[in-house]
């Protein structure tokens, strides 16, 4: 992995933009946290927060929503909400993986934020504050390779320097430390290994300093809903003391966020966003715990957040949608809505090159981002054996396909970032078809020579996956068998052996005519599954992001009727 430096200059400037001025009174103390203590005044200086983009001292939430500009927000005092030009004023069409708030890292008096796109280019853009206005500056690269972590955070100050230092964990549960340098040219020193056993956590928040000693500190939540407090210990080479249970339940949200100090007494909040878009703000006490929980000002819609910067969850990318394909051939597209629901329909383009002359469409499939734009793509196989592709199913990228029966793109498979394809022959063997893509979705899909994953998987008669549905950050597929059997294969990242060996997740899967993997559908970060039953009637199953078995996916809930008009969903 190379984690070298090159500085890009960018001059582009943009301005945080009042959107809105007056919001609801605070809807007062609701349910109570699982952890309550007296208030403890701080030890140490206070920490600053890492996203006080406003100058005003305090800490904000930003979130991109799924269409238009990011949104920026203090959810405690509630009297600004501003637009956030960020992506547009950034080079290249690209929409990134993940976003890390560091705090002002250069000393000019603007935080920075770290922005990682899916194939692992992470980068240092800079903000800053010109008379009433805010804007983005420069974006320096960091380095390379940052796709073999699931999660890459910032829990504020680790080692005494004041500079906000960076966290970053693999899929097996290693934690390892980058420092913070204060250099332009190298942003962060090398990686020090500080911890393993993490993968036992899907959300990891920094939340600066909670206990008054100074250093920055984590709160990390398993998929059972369980919330434990990560003390730092301050050191070149930092640590934290054993994690503290706080509370149970906060299965309740699919993201949480730290805020850092939304309201001015030195310590780190917490903030966690429910499936239906509601805000609930944990005021931190100074002792590793949180008072009550009240509503946040800006207190619903937060469903909308496609991605909320500096939350624990592992982002989900690639793929929010599903195509519908009518029974007299047309296409349309649902995207999600975050809350578990889909928005209306619209209608797709007809991937043209399979028209009468390429002998029609014979198999299509809405592939995770194979172009590395962040976007699904229209794959499909024409009856003369083309493979057509594309945002909109626009290029001929190959033949020979024609000896397939099933098409699948459930993003990367090969630890790179890039969604990468299988195929499955008549005799059941399948193929994974590595993808080599390094443009943007203006340049047509390619992928290497076909690598041979093995036999046997003509006992499945559906096929699916889009994203990951094991919390550990991996592109993972489902398969049924004729009989109703369903299992999941989790994802390894190697090329070579891309899947686990399969476990079951249950049986009865037959009464559905159609299964479709939407990815993800509820806000939590995870890939989902659609099931369409012969009475039209479709079904969301949510990723519970546990090991492989019976516990991968929450009871069904009913999304809505009519879908029997569909003669396949993708």
Not at 26 to 41: H, K, N, T
Not at 273 to 294: C, E, I, N, P, Q
Not at 376 to 399: D, F, H, R, Y
């Amino acid at each position: 992995m190379s984690h070298s430096s090159r500085r890009r200059p960018h001059s582009v400037r943009a301005r945080l933009v009042a959107a809105c001025a007056g919001v609801a009174a605070m809807a007062g103390m609701l349910l109570s946290s699982p952890a309550v203590a007296d208030s403890v005044p701080p030890t140490a200086p206070r920490a600053l927060p890492r996203a006080d983009y406003l100058g005003d001292g305090l800490g904000q939430i930003m979130y991109r929503p799924l269409t238009g500009p990011f949104m920026l927000a203090n959810p405690v005092s509630g009297h600004l909400a501003y637009q956030f030009f960020l992506e547009e004023d950034l080079p290249g069409d690209v929409s990134f993986k993940d976003y890390i708030p560091v705090g002002d890292q250069d000393g000019d008096g603007g935080p920075e934020i770290l922005v990682l796109t899916t194939n692992g280019t992470l980068s240092l853009v800079r903000t800053g504050r010109d008379s009433n206005w805010a804007y983005v500056g420069e974006q320096d690269r960091v380095g390379s390779g940052w796709q073999i972590y699931n999660k890459v955070l910032s829990p504020g100050d680790l080692n005494g320097d004041a500079l906000a230092d960076v966290l970053a964990r693999t899929p097996g549960g290693d934690l390892y430390f980058y420092a913070a340098t204060g250099s332009k040219d190298v942003p962060f020193a090398r990686r020090v290994k500080i911890a393993s056993g993490w993968q036992i956590y899907d959300q990891l928040v920094g939340v600066t300093d909670n206990d008054g000693d100074g250093v920055g500190d984590v709160v990390t939540r398993t998929p059972s809903g369980q919330l434990f407090f990560h003390s730092g210990i301050a050191g070149a080479s930092p640590a934290f003391k054993a994690p503290a249970g706080i509370g149970v339940g906060w299965g309740v949200y699919n993201q949480i966020a730290g805020g850092d100090d939304m309201d001015g007494d030195g310590n780190g909040d917490l903030a966690g966003r429910t499936v239906d878009g509601a805000l609930y703000v944990y005021k931190g006490l100074g002792d590793g715990s949180f008072a009550r929980r009240t509503q946040s000002l800006f207190a619903s819609g937060w469903q909308k957040g496609d991605v909320i910067v500096g939350a624990g969850g592992n982002p989900a990318y690639g793929k929010r949608s599903i195509q519908a394909v009518s029974t007299d051939g047309k296409p349309y597209t649902y995207e999600t809505l975050g809350n578990g629901l889909l928005a209306p329909r619209r209608q797709a383009p007809s991937p043209y090159k399979c028209s009468t002359s390429y002998g029609g469409t014979r198999l299509m499939t809405f592939a995770s981002d194979t172009a590395l734009d962040n976007r699904p793509e229209m794959l499909a196989v024409c009856g003369n054996g083309w493979l057509t592709g594309g945002t909109e199913g626009q290029w001929a990228i190959g033949g020979g396909w024609g000896v397939y029966n099933a098409l699948l793109g459930p993003g990367d498979l090969t630890g790179d970032g890039k969604g990468d394809l299988l195929a499955r022959e008549k005799s059941g063997r399948l193929y994974l078809y590595r993808s080599t893509s390094d443009a943007f979705s203006a340049s047509v899909p390619s992928f290497a020579s076909r690598v041979d994953v093995g036999g046997g998987w003509g006992v499945y008669d559906r096929i699916v996956g889009a994203g990951d549905y094991t919390g550990d950050g991996r592109s993972d597929i489902v398969a049924r068998t004729t009989a109703g059997v369903l299992y999941l294969y989790a994802g390894t990242g190697s090329t070579s052996a891309p899947f686990a060996p399969r476990v079951k997740v249950g049986a009865g899967w037959q009464i559905y005519s159609k299964l479709a993997a939407i990815g993800d559908v509820d806000g939590d970060g995870r890939g989902d599954l659609l099931a369409a039953d012969r009475g039209g009637h479709l079904y969301r199953y949510s990723s519970t992001g546990a090991a492989p078995g019976s516990g991968s996916f929450r009871a069904r809930a009913l999304i809505g009727g009519g879908w029997n008009t569909y003669r396949e969903l993708n």
